[in-house]
């Protein structure tokens, strides 16, 4: 099955595409200066030459969430990567000496999970400081678990295969028996949990920047621009309506491109997905 013949999982990756290019040409594509204030110009509504309004202080609101973009990719592409690399390295020494390894490594899993993640990130965030390096800290300490699970019990799967006995009858160490023939099995649902937690990171991190702990001003931040537009709900929507819709496609789109892979990379679901495509 081609992840292509997907037609959700095709437009999340053109909206992937899409933000990924406008954060890169962002001084290209913007018309102004985001950061550039201009009072007359206040509170404006959508027009020809702020084709998303102006906020409180007269900047262009498109241009600050083409600028948003930026941070918001960098922080859940890095948050993911740390995550995921910390699961990885974790689970899988859990899954493969077992033991005390394996129940320690879990107990801590256990202790982490018994918090929910977004208020353990906002504990974490607040001991830190605003930031957006806080921000990327706390929510990778906190995002890891889902991945360690998932790979200790694939490694507990393919552990005591052939294989995995071939190669230590041969003399391969430990670390070459789980890093070339353990993590090509347990990196395929790694990818799918990526793919969607990218989006669950924007969110998250979002969310700390609306309460203040994000980037501080004048960086555009699409937390922080909904958290300055609530005031003026009533009288300028707009302020508030388009950083929404930023994140909320943002996040769908990363939603659908998890799918497709989820769909691609799992053998069970191939023949469904085959029939739904």
């Known amino acids: 099955m081609s992840v292509f013949k997907n037609k959700l999982t095709l437009i999340g990756m053109i909206i992937i595409l899409l933000l990924l290019c406008a954060a890169i040409f962002a001084p290209v594509l913007t018309p102004h200066n985001p950061n550039t204030q201009c009072l007359s110009q206040a509170l404006k509504g959508p027009c020809s030459d702020y084709p998303c309004g102006t906020d409180e202080f007269g900047r262009c609101i498109f241009s600050r969430i083409i600028y948003g973009a930026r941070v918001s990719l960098a922080i859940g592409i890095a948050v993911t990567a740390v995550s995921a690399a910390i699961g990885v390295v974790l689970g899988m020494a859990a899954g493969y000496y077992g033991r005390a390894v394996d129940e320690i490594i879990m107990r801590i899993v256990d202790i982490f999970l018994a ?36 790979v200790r019990g694939t490694v507990l799967a393919e552990k005591e295969k052939e294989y995995i006995e071939t190669a230590r009858s041969l003399g391969a160490n430990d670390l070459y028996i789980m890093f070339r023939h353990l993590l090509p099995n347990v990196i395929a649902p790694v990818i799918i949990m990526a793919s969607v937690g990218i ?79």
């Open 115 to 150: 918090f929910p993640g977004l208020i353990l990130a906002l504990v974490v965030a607040g001991l830190l400081g605003p930031g957006i390096g806080n921000v990327m800290l706390a929510l990778a300490l906190v995002g890891w678990m889902g991945y360690a699970r998932v």
């Open 199 to 277: 989006g669950y990171a924007i969110l998250a991190a979002a969310g700390l920047s609306f309460l203040g702990l994000g980037a501080q001003p004048p960086t555009a931040v699409w937390g922080s621009m909904l958290s300055d537009g609530k005031t003026y709900l009533q009288t300028a929507p707009h302020l508030t309506i388009f950083p929404g819709l930023a994140i909320l496609v943002t996040v769908l789109a990363f939603n659908f491109l998890g799918d497709g892979l989820r769909d691609l990379l799992d053998p069970r679901l191939k023949d469904k997905a085959w029939n739904r495509g």
